[in-house]
């Protein structure tokens, strides 16, 4: 059978996969803002036990953190994430499980050069340059308050 370009083009357009992103944006936003939910609760929950808003800031990052990890460990938060999306991204819990998943996946080649050398396989690049965008940043808050 010949086709013409364009009658393989309307061809292809048929048989496409339609695009889900409105979907996946739903999806994202609802599971994003389930997670941040949680750690309202969280904040909450340690300021009802007497700490102040600074300390019960970072108990619950502590917490958010400690539950990606061990959700990762556990193999729960990459089904999470297939369901979820962008969601499970975006907020701590997802930092925590790009620092724990690779470490967990590499244990086998060792401590050293398995587990430390590439816990920050995925989590590097963001440190380097959310702490590389922090100085420029500051420096210009620095010179524009100078002037």
Known sequence: MKMT?????????KRAPRSQTGGNMLRAFLWGGAICCLGEF?????GTLG??????????????IFLGAALT????YDDLARRAGAGT???????ANSVAAPALEFKTEGFITGTAAKMFFIA????????????????????????
């Not at 460990?73 to 729960?76: E, L, M, Q």
């Not at 590097?124 to 922090?134: L, R």
Request: aromatic residues 14%; proline residues 3%.
């Open 89 to 95: 991204l975006v907020p701590i819990t997802g930092f």
């Open 5 to 13: 370009n364009e009658e393989y083009k309307r061809y292809a357009e």
């Open 73 to 76: 460990a556990a193999g729960v």
């Open 51 to 64: 700490l102040d808003a600074e300390a019960a800031g970072t108990a619950c990052s502590i917490t958010l």
């Open 42 to 46: 969280f904040i909450d929950f340690y």
């Open 124 to 147: 590097g690049p963001v440190i380097v340059y959310g702490a590389s965008a922090s100085v420029i940043y500051g420096l210009i808050l620095l010179l524009f308050r100078a002037v």
